[in-house]
């Protein structure tokens, strides 16, 4: 039988996009933790002086 190229050239660009979305992606939810850390310690702060 034919075997089609892995991936086929039509699909390459959409692999490519979707393996750097998943990368950027879980970049983003790292940097959003640590940004939901320091909000967290902002309210906290803001509480205290309220």
Known sequence: ??????????LRPCFMVMKLGYA???EGFILHLNGAHLVIKML???????
């Not at 039988?1 to 039509?10: E, L, N, R, S």
């Not at 906290?44 to 309220?50: G, P, V």
């Open 1 to 10: 039988g034919h075997v089609p190229p892995d991936p086929p050239p039509k």
């Open 24 to 26: 950027a992606l879980m």
């Open 44 to 50: 906290l702060f803001l509480n205290k002086r309220i």
